[in-house]
């Protein structure tokens, strides 16, 4: 099991920029979303939200770097961030079975919340996927609500997050009015399919 969280909020302080050696994770088809590593799935976002693009970097966390597709999309004030990521060095570590577990359609998905507090502000300044998803046209604004939705592959050395954020106005109160809400959103705007062939 790996407790390092290659989290939105990680990812966020921790990108380390471009690789040099090219990878793409992602078939993006205006809002349908294809994995095209280990971890294999299809997402479809609601045709109301608009795509923001892609972006492939490497990050490290936890010692161990990753190579990380990662596109958005939002709506309003909220965002969905789509991360498909595998271990540079395939040790088959990544395991979630530690997290609560949800259901997005017919699929079981690990499941944890986090909050960016206005204080990462300046952490964020430099960070690729933050000035990225700025960058076209998304007000990202903090303290930021991130549920995350994380699958992995069998051999544990891929993995999928799909992220749920929205703005909030302090991390220290959150009420399950704000968490059901989010709830629901996701499930009218994500449809989730494993690809098994």
């Known amino acids: 099991m790996l407790p390092r969280g290659l989290t939105l909020l990680a990812a966020f302080l921790y990108s380390t920029g471009p690789s040099a050696a090219f990878h793409d994770y992602l078939d993006r088809n205006s809002n349908t979303v294809t994995t095209t590593h280990q971890a294999a799935y299809r997402i479809v976002i ?3 939200v608009v795509p923001l ?3 492939h970097h490497r990050q490290e ?3 161990r770097m990753f190579k990380v597709s990662f596109t958005a999309f939002s709506k309003g004030s909220d965002i969905i961030l789509i991360h498909a990521e595998t271990l540079e060095e395939p040790t088959g570590i990544l395991d979630y079975g530690h997290l609560d577990q949800v259901m997005i359609d017919d699929v079981s998905v690990a499941f944890r919340e986090q909050c960016v507090p206005e204080e990462a502000e ?3 300044a430099n960070n690729p996927e933050a000035n990225f998803v700025k960058d076209n046209g998304f007000e990202l604004r903090l303290p930021f609500l ?3 939705h994380l699958l992995t592959s069998d051999d544990g050395n891929a ?4 992220t749920y954020g929205r703005r909030v106005a302090n991390c220290d109160e ?3 009015v704000i968490r059901k809400d989010i709830r629901a959103r996701l499930e009218n705007t ?3 399919e494993r690809i098994t062939n």
């Open 53 to 55: 693009g892609e972006l």
């Open 174 to 176: 959150i009420s399950d």
């Open 122 to 124: 300046a952490a964020l």
């Open 190 to 192: 994500i449809t989730l």
């Open 146 to 148: 991130l549920t995350q």
């Open 61 to 63: 966390s936890n010692g």
């Open 159 to 162: 993995e999928v997050v799909i």
């Open 46 to 48: 609601g045709e109301s």
